[in-house]
């Protein structure tokens, strides 16, 4: 575990800790024109995530979408504190968790779907497929993989090998990682797993109960792999899908696992998108930032409210020691 990620166990797991927290939120001084995003993919920590969207909507302004693009196209200002919620990928568990709270707190949300996956049941994330593999084969001892011998003697161990495999293969070309992931799971002899992304059918009837859906490719490749045209069609034709399938779609996309260049943002640009956000961590600044480049602050699946909060004040902090250095420049 690293140096902050202990911290951050200390801090959100005792009443101490807590107490810095709310001491820590009542110094920092909030400047007009932020905006937070949030990123989730999939909630597993019911009571944590409706306690987050508590918080969120007695302290911050939930914004949607929509009055985003307004503040980068007509320049005006976001209520304080503002805060985007987003969610990547379109997985089931959005409908089934996340949008019955969200909804019951009244709160706008952007949903990014891939959108080669909805309807298609043999289409399954490599991660998923990877992690199911992992889990559920009979292979009680070790694997040999690119990055070494790999034990799968616990469940602890098999997530970890999970978690390795998953940050080597990243790096790799889509096509390869595609490769691999099915020899892989071939030599464990495990069956795929279920498709767990949203249906056309369902992605419909949420855009019809006020969910925005964006355009996150086709296929989830990492487009920092591929050319800058090749990269453009992917976006561009996630976002006639959704055209198609919805009859409407807003000009905003998200970065697959957070990879860019900057020609791919010039061609995105091109292309008409007006918001694409990132997974680099941080806090917007809309009167400088690149509303192509936006960043985001991911939220894990067991997070708990002082994990939120944390993290949005961490965020908050490394804002204000940048300031310093603006106004200099
Ligand atoms: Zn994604």
Redesign the pocket.
Known sequence: MTLAKRWLTVMTNNAVGNHVITLLEGLHKERPNLLRVLTY?QVEDLAGFDQQMQYLSRYYHVVSTARVLEACKEGTPLPPRSVLITF??AYRNFAECAWPVLKRYGLPVTL?V?TAFPDRPDHIFWWDRLEHALRHTGHRDHIQTPIGRLSLATNRQRYQAFLRLRRYLRRLPHSEILAWTYQLCRELDTPQPESQVLSWDELRQLANEGVTLGA?TRT?PSLDQLSSQEAQAEAVGSLQDLEREVGQAPPIF?Y??GQFREDIVQALRQAGFALAFTTIRGVNDLRYADPLRLRRINIGRRATLPVLRVRLLHSSWYLNQLRPLAKAS
């Open positions: 993919h990547d990928d990014f891939p996150h989830h998200a697959p696992g």
